[in-house]
Antibody, heavy 120, light 107 residues
Framework: QVQLQESGPGLVKPSQTLSLSCNIS??????????WSWLRQSAGGGLEWLGR???????HYNPSLKTPVTISVGTSQNQFSLRLNSVTAADTAVYYC????????????WGQGILVTVSS | DIQMTQSPSSLSASVGDRVTINCRAS??????LTWYQQKPGKAPEVLMY???TLQSRVPSRFSGSGSGTEFTLTISSLQPEDFATYYC?????????FGLGTKVEVK
């Protein structure tokens, strides 16, 4: 059973950088079984896929995002990270990390989510 | 991007009712549709993938149908634990996109 856990600040000031980490247990980030994704859910409920990273380091991002996004393998073992630059209030959301099953392309395992508020 | 439109946005139902939720894609996505269930304060969970394949351990009262642009999730006999919000997601082309959800509430 794969388990994911998000961590990071719950409050970020406008124009600053939002940085979150996702710790993986129950699988290796290099196993090749999954893509490792970030999603977010705004207060209105809509789910938005931000992007993903694979074991090879290749990334895919949502081109519709207004805020620049970077997903990378974390500095600690078995982690991956999300960075959003120059955030605005519109980036306030619950952020989830999730494992996307290769082949089926569905989000099989999710973290519990972390609420990030962008406010001065 | 492929737009996913769900209807209704909410519905009220009673235990034992048959419930139908619709999802429409803005272009042909063949069978590449996943349904999720989300309860308050929790992450979404997979119910169905490839439009009609039941995820393991999901009760058989859930069923899915459709292909192309029109899809349906049906709960044959609503149970108390089924009051939740349901989302469809297309997995045909990146960026993956979701419907805005259908909230199933107690009548």
């Amino acid at each position: 059973q794969v388990q994911l856990q998000e961590s990071g600040p719950g409050l970020v000031k406008p124009s600053q950088t939002l940085s979150l980490s996702c710790n993986i247990s129950g699988d290796s980030i290099n196993s090749g079984r999954f893509y490792w994704s970030w999603l977010r859910q705004s207060a209105g409920g809509g789910l938005e896929w931000l992007g993903r990273i694979y074991a090879t380091g290749s990334t895919h991002y949502n081109p519709s995002l207004k805020t620049p996004v970077t997903i990378s393998v974390g500095t600690s073992q078995n982690q991956f990270s999300l960075r959003l630059n120059s955030v605005t209030a519109a980036d306030t959301a619950v952020y989830y990390c999730a494992s996307e099953s290769r082949g089926l392309q569905l989000f099989l395992y999710w973290g519990q989510g972390i609420l990030v508020t962008v406010s001065s | 991007d492929i737009q996913m439109t769900q209807s209704p946005s909410s519905l009220s139902a009673s235990v034992g009712d048959r419930v139908t939720i619709n999802c429409r894609a803005s272009q042909n996505i063949y069978k590449y549709l996943t349904w999720y269930q989300q309860k308050p304060g929790k992450a979404p969970e997979v119910l169905m993938y490839d439009a009609s394949t039941l995820q393991s351990r999901v009760p058989s009262r859930f069923s899915g149908s459709g292909s192309g642009t029109e899809f349906t999730l049906t709960i044959s006999s609503l149970q108390p634990e089924d009051f939740a919000t349901y989302y469809c997601q297309q997995s045909y082309s990146i960026p993956w996109t979701f419907g805005l959800g259908t909230k199933v509430e107690v009548k």
